[in-house]
């Protein structure tokens, strides 16, 4: 697989995303052993960027992920996050950036993950109780310890990401971005080009539905995140559907699937742009990674690029969203 850099990292052209794998969607830790073969074909694949995170199970994906990649950990940039498992008491939720819980989620990473540094390390939220540079002089004096290598934010705003680049040099910014989420072409992609930092484009198949398998919530498991999103409220997804009807239309086209022609999209934007898509299993992640190779025409990228913007905002709770 091709590579690219990443704010100066070295990655695969596409990453693997193994949230749902654990967390979140419907079918999550139904078949762990599935999982790992998942993420083991990736490799073996050439895929080289695989991201997770201390909060999803919690801790249950880092775990996975570590037995993964046992005895192969030099094929693999991995990437981890802090700062959605709040440290502060047994009845506190929420956004925890002190210094002092980096430190505690860094260690308790790199036990989960059976390693002794984690490539790229993400702020998972920015913590308005904790002033940015204050999280980045942390994160950086792990750099100096070898803990780390490279620092990440997600999710942050253009003004959080100047303060925090000016403190110590950000190798990549994780933010959603797909068909159904443009929102970053506005400011952010911009800023991080000005400032040479990698984009990593999470949910980049919209959580599922630019494949064109959800066209209602019914399958979906009471817990399921997506059952209580806005952008998949019947009502906002029946509107949503014109979106993914255009997908499948240009999918047929070029003799792709839904998925395919939405990544390829994606990859067109830029070869700073790195997306995660996640799955479970290995048949979608061979589907996934086929997009490599998938060129779109221009008057298909146009007629995507002219899709209309989805309806219903990406959380149910955006107040932790670029902050």
């Known amino acids: 697989m091709k590579h690219v850099s990443l704010g100066g990292l070295d990655v695969s052209r596409l990453g693997l995303g193994t949230m749902g794998m654990s967390a979140f969607y419907t079918g999550a830790r139904v078949d762990d052993a599935e999982s790992i073969r998942t993420i083991r074909r990736a490799l073996d694949l050439g895929v080289t960027l695989i991201d997770t ?3 999803y199970g919690p801790y249950l994906n880092e775990e996975l992920v570590g037995q993964a990649i046992t005895g192969r950990r030099d094929q693999v940039v991995l990437a981890t996050k802090f700062g959605l498992v709040n440290r502060r008491g047994p009845e506190q939720r929420g956004l925890d950036s002190r210094p002092e819980n980096i430190r505690v989620a860094v260690e308790g990473s790199l036990r989960r993950l059976g390693t002794d540094h984690i490539d790229l390390y993400y702020q998972h939220r920015v913590d308005p109780q ?3 540079e204050d999280v980045v002089s942390t ?5 100096q310890e070898g803990k780390i290598r490279h620092l990440g934010l997600s999710e942050a705003s253009v003004a959080t990401i100047r303060r925090a680049h000016a403190v110590h040099p950000i190798t990549a910014l994780q933010t959603e971005y797909s068909l159904w989420t443009r929102d970053p072409e506005a400011e952010i992609l911009p800023l991080v080009r000005e400032l040479g930092i990698g984009f990593v484009a999470y949910s980049p198949l919209g959580r599922g539905f630019l494949t064109g398998q959800i066209r209602s919530t019914e399958a979906l498991d009471a817990d399921d995140f997506r059952s209580r999103n806005p952008r998949f409220a019947q009502q906002n997804l029946d509107r949503n559907l014109r979106i993914v009807d255009e997908v499948e239309t240009v999918a047929a ?4 699937t839904p998925a395919q022609v939405a990544l390829a999209w994606i990859l067109a934007q830029g070869d700073d742009i790195v997306p995660i898509p996640g799955t479970r299993r290995v048949s979608r992640l061979e589907e996934n990674l086929a997009a490599a ?3 779109l025409t221009k008057e298909q990228i146009a007629r995507l690029d002219a899709l209309p ?3 219903g905002d990406r959380y149910d709770d955006m107040s932790a969203i670029n902050g």
């Open 53 to 55: 995170a201390e909060a």
């Open 139 to 143: 994160m950086g004096a792990l750099v």
């Open 253 to 256: 086209e070029a003799g792709a």
């Open 293 to 295: 190779s998938l060129e």
């Open 309 to 311: 913007a989805a309806v």
């Open 130 to 132: 904790v002033p940015i």
